[in-house]
């Protein structure tokens, strides 16, 4: 547990030592506040459920390019030759990069508080659906995370890492949509349904926290962390 | 050194590592003893870096075992690792941390912690000359003190095996005799594999040496068997003044020449180069043999095999 806040520091500090950070926690404020505050005067409404919605599209963007260095990079200098022969086990090299990760989605969610209250001086939102898709928001990233962690984890080019990380959560992601589910075969559906990144946090974001949505984030991230340990051990495949 | 069970630090049996058809390394047998460094020479792709890498734990081999200090590397691979410090090939860092809160992440992961750790990473800094170095980002140092902060890197723990895959690449001459004093000081208690293509960097610091080539072993001992259990013979140069034939033919002659090549050198003087085929000392022979055909001599030097030539022998073709 020591080693992983070890590398949890060492990485959460990282992020802050490169410009690259600062770009995209501005990019990713800018655009969802230009996004929502758009309709927001249109519709006249004084709630979030605008922004929320915003957000499985813009996690597309955003959270890869979180993830894309974080195993790209190590393997491109060949740092991780160095890491992984320290006494360290592969679950815990994962664990720390992953919640550093999840910090720094914190900070960027943490920076958009305000949002909820440029709302609540305009109006009297229900802070129920508001609170709730706050959680919702750390949950479905937590999940697009594990995703572009794991995808990086594949090549050592942060560029192919990001695309690649776009395209797999949003295949993800768009299996649940409506788009899709129309036309699956109606077997297929609710599966469908149930995989989808974006429909159990639209449920949550309307202010219901069901445990059957947060388990289903959490085997997600569960499931792309193990396949990411698995793919640092294929190193050792023949 | 003493001849208890626990004396052997590293040992490799019936080693074998296959990257698909590539066979990087074929039955690989040695050990080390504690306290011993160890120079692992070959020329670039010969399989030292792929060793190195089976030794330390990042790759598994294809078949045979390797055990440090005792523990199998496949079922106590945490402890292993615990027992070594590597600095691998081009000494890869993170670039963007400052070299003393590198050196602090490192000693961090290796399970120290307070003022123990404080006070071994200063330790660090001055034995590799890096105090000056410790707020700068390791980004922007030159090679030669990123190998060195390498090095911090890979003695943080003090580890009961060093392994050093090209230490010296990228320094200047001077820190090249600094870093070899201080390898040599770590040797004199520690195991120390030191991987290297320059033959002059092994023979100044190593005891003994194994020299691979295309994966398998093909010589080992010091530095001085390797030279003279060669069986390569000796070279002399000679430069003499006289008749060209008569020289070629008298020298051709001296019992024990194998072969000779005879160049002009400036005035009258002919430059020859001879080869012996045994190990025995002709340069008497030469001697006499000028003087009873009253050829005038200016220079007469004998050029043991050198390790270079063991190695160019074993390593081409």
């Known amino acids: 547990m020591q080693k992983v806040l070890t590398i949890f520091k060492k990485e959460f500090k990282a992020y802050f030592l490169s410009p690259i950070a600062y770009v995209v926690i501005t990019v990713y404020l800018v655009v969802t506040n230009f996004l929502f ?6 519709i006249n409404q004084a709630e979030m459920r605008g922004y929320f919605g915003l957000l499985p599209w813009i996690f597309l963007f955003f959270i890869p390019a979180v993830t894309m260095r974080i195993w790209a990079e190590e393997k491109k200098v060949k740092t991780l030759e ?53 959680i919702g928001s750390l949950l479905m990233g937590g999940a697009y995370l594990a995703i572009g962690l794991w995808v990086s984890s594949l090549t050592e080019n942060q560029i192919v890492a990001f695309i690649l990380g776009v395209v797999v959560t949003f295949v993800l992601f768009i299996v649940g949509n409506p788009f899709v589910t129309v036309v699956a075969p109606s077997f297929l559906i609710p599966l469908f349904n149930y995989l989808g990144l974006g429909n159990h946090f639209m449920s949550i974001s309307r202010g219901v926290l069901d445990t059957r949505d947060v388990v289903y984030y959490l085997s997600i991230i569960g499931f792309f962390l193990f396949l990411n340990v698995r793919s640092l051990e294929s190193r050792k495949w023949e | 050194m003493s001849n208890n069970t626990n ?73 292993v690792r615990r027992r070594i410090g590597y600095l691998p090939e081009n000494a890869p860092l993170y670039s963007d941390m400052l070299v003393g809160e590198y050196l602090r992440f490192v000693g961090e992961i ?151 090549t005879v160049e002009d050198s400036s005035g009258d003087w002919t430059a020859v180069h001879v080869f012996s085929d045994t190990t025995e000392d002709i340069g008497e022979k030469l001697f006499r043999c000028s003087v009873d055909n009253g050829w005038s001599l200016s220079e007469l030097r004998r050029e043991a095999a050198s390790l270079e030539d063991v190695f160019t022998q074993l390593t081409r073709g």
């Not at chain 2, 095996?161 to 090209?166: G, S, T, Y």
């Not at chain 2, 080992?220 to 003044?241: I, Q």
């Open chain 2, 7 to 79: 004396s052997t630090m590293l040992e490799v049996a019936d080693l074998n590592k296959r990257f698909g058809e590539v066979h990087a390394a074929r039955d690989l047998n040695f050990s080390i003893r504690k306290g011993e460094i160890l120079g692992f020479l070959g020329p670039n792709g010969a399989g030292k870096t792929t060793t190195m890498r089976i030794v330390t734990c990042f790759i598994p081999p294809t078949s045979g075992s390797v055990k440090v200090d005792g523990l199998d590397i496949r079922e106590n691979d945490l402890e």
């Open chain 1, 82 to 134: 160095l890491l992984l022969t320290w006494p360290l086990r592969d679950t815990e090299v994962v664990l720390g990069k992953f919640l550093a990760c999840f910090a720094f989605l914190g900070v960027a969610v943490l920076l958009s508080v305000t949002v909820p209250i440029t709302v609540a001086f305009l109006g009297n939102p229900d802070p129920g659906p508001i609170i709730g898709g706050y």
């Open chain 2, 110 to 260: 290796r399970g120290m912690e307070g003022d123990a750790l404080t006070r071994r990473s200063d330790d660090m800094l001055r034995v590799c000359g890096l105090t000056a170095m410790a707020n700068r980002q390791i980004g922007k140092l030159s090679k030669g003190y990123r190998q060195r902060v390498g090095l911090a890197q890979a003695m943080i723990h003090d580890p009961d095996l060093l392994i050093l895959d090209e230490p010296m690449s990228g320094l200047d001459p001077n820190q090249i005799v600094e870093i070899r004093q201080l390898i040599k000081r770590i040797g004199r208690e520690k195991t120390v594999i030191y991987c290297s293509h320059i033959l002059s960097e092994v023979s100044a610091t190593c005891r003994r040496i194994l020299i691979v080539n295309d994966g398998a072993i093909v010589a080992e001992g010091t530095p001085e068997e390797l030279t003279s259990g060669m069986g390569t013979g000796n070279r002399y140069h000679l430069r003499v003044k006289g008749d060209r034939q008569s020289i070629e033919s008298g020298i051709q002659a001296v019992q024990g020449v194998s072969n000779i």
């Open chain 1, 37 to 42: 505050f758009q309709g927001f005067f249109l």
